[in-house]
């Protein structure tokens, strides 16, 4: 809570001048003695305002040093709140790509145990067709690696993340790098190549 300086010293100036007329009025009344206490009246005068003045502004310092540090520390707290916002986006922003190459690799998976189905019956065909299962499987089979890869990568990005370089873009395409942006290619073309080869078949 602030102190409110200007009343207090109104206040004390109020009671000084007080102080002061009462004695005026006194010496007033005393007749003989206004030369010799009109001088000691100005020294009073020049004392209480010299202490008063001292007194507002050693308070005023105080003030002033005070609002400073809750200043500093204010903007300490912003930079913590900020920093911490940041790592939690980041966070967030690498559990998401891990749960992304996750499905992928999920999906390979699913495609290449899904050919197995059909291979029984390629395999039977001509060679065109086996050589075509074969390039699908290992499509399928490099997306699931590359997936492993890159979560690995992504991985290694969140353990660094609290580096103060490091920003939530770098980890969204830069962790998982072109092994993470290939996988979903090479699904697509390695169940495009089985694919034509079960039709050709």
Same mark, same amino acid.
């Given at each position: 809570?602030?102190?409110?300086?200007?009343?207090?010293?109104?206040?004390?100036?109020?009671?000084?001048?007080?102080?002061?007329?009462?004695?005026?009025?006194?010496?007033?009344?005393?007749?003989?003695?206004?030369? *010799?206490?009109?001088?000691?009246?100005?020294?009073?005068?020049?004392?209480?305002?010299?202490?008063?003045?001292?007194?507002?502004?050693?308070?005023?310092?105080?003030?002033?040093?005070?609002?400073?540090?809750?200043?500093?520390?204010?903007?300490?707290?912003?930079?913590?709140?900020?920093?911490?916002?940041?790592?939690?986006?980041?966070?967030?922003?690498?559990?998401?790509?891990?749960?992304?190459?996750?499905?992928?690799?999920?999906?390979?998976?699913?495609?290449?145990?899904?050919?197995?189905?059909?291979?029984?019956?390629?395999?039977?065909?001509?060679?065109?067709?086996?050589?075509?299962?074969?390039?699908?499987?290992?499509?399928?089979?490099?997306?699931?690696?590359?997936?492993?890869?890159?979560?690995?990568?992504?991985?290694?990005?969140?353990?660094?993340?609290?580096?103060?370089?490091?920003?939530?873009?770098?980890?969204?395409?830069?962790?998982?790098?072109?092994? *993470?942006?290939?996988?979903?290619?090479?699904?697509?073309?390695?169940?495009?190549?089985?694919?034509?080869?079960?039709?050709?078949?």
């Amino acid at each position: 809570m602030a102190v409110p300086w200007l009343s207090v010293l109104n206040t004390l100036i109020d009671v000084a001048n007080l102080a002061v007329r009462r004695k005026a009025r006194r010496e007033a009344e005393e007749p003989g003695s206004s030369a *010799g206490a009109g001088r000691m009246l100005g020294h009073v005068r020049t004392r209480l305002t010299g202490v008063v003045l001292a007194a507002l502004k050693e308070a005023f310092d105080r003030d002033s040093s005070r609002l400073e540090l809750e200043r500093e520390q204010m903007e300490l707290e912003r930079r913590r709140a900020q920093r911490a916002l940041k790592l939690e986006l980041m966070r967030q922003a690498g559990d998401r790509e891990i749960g992304r190459l996750r499905l992928m690799a999920g999906i390979a998976f699913a495609s290449w145990l899904g050919t197995l189905v059909f291979s029984a019956r390629l395999i039977g065909g001509t060679v065109g067709t086996r050589v075509m299962l074969g390039a699908g499987w290992l499509f399928l089979l490099g997306a699931l690696s590359l997936s492993f890869a890159a979560q690995s990568n992504v991985g290694r990005a969140l353990t660094r993340i609290d580096e103060g370089n490091a920003r939530v873009d770098d980890l969204m395409s830069g962790a998982s790098g072109a092994a *993470g942006a290939l996988v979903p290619w090479l699904i697509v073309v390695g169940l495009a190549v089985i694919g034509l080869a079960v039709l050709i078949a």
